[in-house]
């Protein structure tokens, strides 16, 4: 399983943690639910606990997993995410890409 943080998902982040309170702040990927194309997922920015196992660092920034989302990736050739930030005239916000994300 790999992690993939765009450079601008890094810039935002980064700007999150300078204004958070954390002293070891780690992203943290949550599964809220499973669909018929994969989880859904949830992305927080919190403190990192020393009981943290497998945190996973890219592009500078700390990300930890949900088990429940290790375990799914860990199945399967195509076993990756990508952590993106876009921003256009409308709207802005994190996008998590999954590898094994499928589509009609």
Same mark, same amino acid.
């Given at each position: 399983?790999?992690? #993939? *943080? ?10 999150? /943690?300078?204004?958070?309170?954390? #002293?070891?702040? *780690? ?7 499973? !669909?018929?194309? !994969?989880?859904?997922?949830?992305? *927080? ?17 700390? *990300?930890?997993?949900?088990? #429940?989302? #290790?375990?799914?990736?860990?199945? !399967? ?5 990508? /952590?993106?930030? @876009? @921003?256009?005239?409308?709207?802005? !916000? ?11």
């Amino acid at each position: 399983m790999t992690i #993939k *943080v765009t450079d601008s998902a890094k810039d935002q982040i980064k700007s999150l /943690v300078n204004d958070s309170q954390f #002293k070891n702040p *780690v992203i943290r990927i949550n599964v809220s639910r499973f !669909g018929w194309n !994969g989880p859904s997922m949830d992305l *927080v920015l919190d403190e990192l606990t020393n009981n943290e196992q497998d945190v996973m660092k890219d592009n500078e920034v700390n *990300v930890v997993f949900d088990l #429940k989302l #290790k375990d799914y990736l860990a199945r !399967g050739a195509r076993n990756s995410l990508i /952590v993106d930030y @876009k @921003k256009d005239a409308s709207k802005s !916000g994190f996008f998590i890409l999954n590898s094994r994300a499928s589509c009609c």
